[in-house]
């Protein structure tokens, strides 16, 4: 066990424990635990965002992904990026000026019915627990290969950890730890592109002509079909990736933790700077550890390729650039699961017990203590998950809670916020059709099923593509606009008041 590592570690853990002590002082109310009070700029919120949005799955799986399948794996670098456009120019400013704290909060300033709330909520917490799981697999493969302990215990402290920041300190210690990690990746992802670079004498071209014969693939590392052998399969994944962001309950979370709509879009363009530079750097990791580190130590590692970056840091810079990336990408991952526990949480408190069971006749000391009870039930859940999905690559993982809330969340959303004639039951038939198909087409596809063995069960898959976008996200829109049709609910006042506020932001300043 390496002491540098330990130093760097504790070092993370102590400095991320402190921010919490001082946060824990600042979070007493409901809108403090949830959004911060509200009161973080938007370079603040920008960097927060991305330290949100930069997961796991960012940092360890898209860069295990490129080393093993080249091109399909900056599919998802891709995906992640031009999502964020989708969120810049549909979901940002509509959503902070309707909105409190949570998604079902925008769509009850619509739809007043407990049912669209509860179904929201399910939603939320749904997508949440497949996000949760990706990270606590990339957390467990990276502390097994740092200090060799075994892999449950791995995903047992990070998951304790996570935890802990969320109970006391809310959303201004879980945005504090996101904006120090964001930094950290940032600085971190940069020094290692730059150290294969100059092994490459800078000349990108030669990098290129090398990894051609890094990998057992050869010349067709550079060109798709490595992963998907089904065109359909990378259809798929790039329209989860693209339209998933715009449903992510965590990220849409973070719009409510400043003052304005104004502020909110400035924090989306913060954003997409750091988000955009990071995913184009992602090339440089991934060939890095094709070239530097080799194919079959990658898969000797970790099966689905989470250790490559650290790897390549140890080939490049020995023991000390390996202790700061992986002290980094630990603290990518807390704080990463700590914004999820606290999306969760909030869906669970706020809408269900405070809004649902409550009546709305709820104190702020009830619902942060509830709140806190549901931190602990969703990160409980999550860990026992996570232990059975060892052997996924935690970027695949994450398009799959791209692919629900792609499917469930934003076909509710641009419904909502667009249509005139939406209205509760065509609320509620959206999000389950695109919840439930996704889910179900998931446990049939092959990421579940294989006749190898080499799924998490033995079979024959039903559904062919391993990612069900192309099918669920159509469902969810079809299942909406079928369920409105088919009602006689008219509110088109309502649907006034909405578009009003949506694009004004009128609510708050009266």
């Known amino acids: ?41 938007g370079w603040q919120n920008g960097l927060a965002i991305a330290g949100d949005y930069l997961s796991a799955a960012s940092f360890l799986g898209i860069a295990g992904a490129i080393a093993l399948n080249g091109f399909d794996g900056f599919l998802y670098s891709i995906g992640y990026l031009v999502a964020y456009l989708v969120v810049l120019f549909i979901v940002a400013e509509p959503l902070r000026n309707l909105g409190k704290y949570t998604l079902a909060d925008m769509v009850s300033a619509r739809f007043d019915a407990k049912k669209v709330r509860g179904v929201a909520a399910f939603s939320t917490i749904t997508i949440v627990i497949f996000y949760m799981i ?60 730059l150290i294969v670079l100059f092994k490459f004498n800078f000349n990108i071209m030669q990098m290129f002509t090398e990894v051609k014969t890094a990998t057992p693939h050869g010349a067709d590392y550079l060109n798709p079909g490595i992963q998907s052998k089904l065109p359909l399969d990378s259809i798929s994944l790039m329209l989860a990736l693209v339209l998933g962001t715009a449903g992510l309950p965590h990220i849409l979370m973070r719009f409510f ?3 304005d709509a104004k502020t909110a879009r400035s924090s989306v363009v913060t954003a997409t700077w750091i988000v955009g530079i990071f995913y184009i750097l992602t090339i440089f990791l991934g060939f890095g550890a094709a070239i530097f580190v080799g194919y079959d130590r990658i898969i000797e590692a970790n099966p689905a390729g989470n250790m490559a970056a650290p ?46 069971i409550k009546k709305g006749k709820v104190t702020e000391k009830e619902q942060v203590l509830a709140a806190r009870f549901a931190s602990i039930g969703v990160a409980f859940f999550s860990i026992v998950l996570a ?8 970027a695949f993982l994450v398009a799959l809670a791209f692919c629900v809330a792609a499917s469930a ?25 695109g919840l439930l198909s996704a889910i179900i087409l998931v446990v049939v596809s092959p990421n579940v099923l294989s006749p190898e063995g080499t799924a998490i069960f033995v079979g024959e898959p039903l559904f062919p593509l391993s990612n069900p976008a192309i099918v669920s996200v159509p469902l969810g829109f079809i299942g909406g606009y079928l369920g409105t049709i088919f009602s006689r609910e008219r509110d088109l006042k309502r649907y006034t008041e909405v578009k009003v506020k949506a694009n004004t932001g009128y609510r708050e300043s009266n």
């Open 1 to 41: 066990m390496n002491m540098t590592v330990i130093v760097l570690f504790l070092a993370i853990v102590i400095s991320t424990l402190v921010i919490t002590y001082f946060a824990a002082k600042k979070t007493r109310t409901a809108s403090e635990f949830y959004t911060a009070g509200g009161g973080l700029t």
């Open 134 to 193: 990706a990270q606590l697999v990339g957390a467990g493969a990276l502390i097994q290969l740092l200090f060799g302990i075994e892999y449950w215990l791995a995903v047992l402290l990070v998951g304790v950890m996570m935890t802990t920041y969320v109970l006391f300190g809310g959303m201004t210690a879980t945005s504090w730890v996101q904006i120090i990690k964001a930094v950290l990746l940032m600085v971190g992802t940069l020094l290692i592109s």
């Open 257 to 259: 933790t400043v003052k």
């Open 311 to 356: 790897l390549l840091a140890d080939a490049l810079g020995g023991d000390l650039l390996m202790s700061f990336v992986a002290a980094v990408a630990f603290a990518t991952i807390l704080a990463v699961v700590a914004g999820l526990v606290l999306s969760g949480a909030s869906a669970f408190a706020h809408d269900i017990y405070g809004q649902i």
């Open 387 to 394: 232990l059975f999905a060892q052997n996924l690559n935690v």
């Open 409 to 433: 969340n934003l076909p509710i959303i641009v419904y909502t916020i667009y249509w005139k004639r939406f209205n509760t039951t065509g609320a509620i038939t959206g999000v389950l059709s």
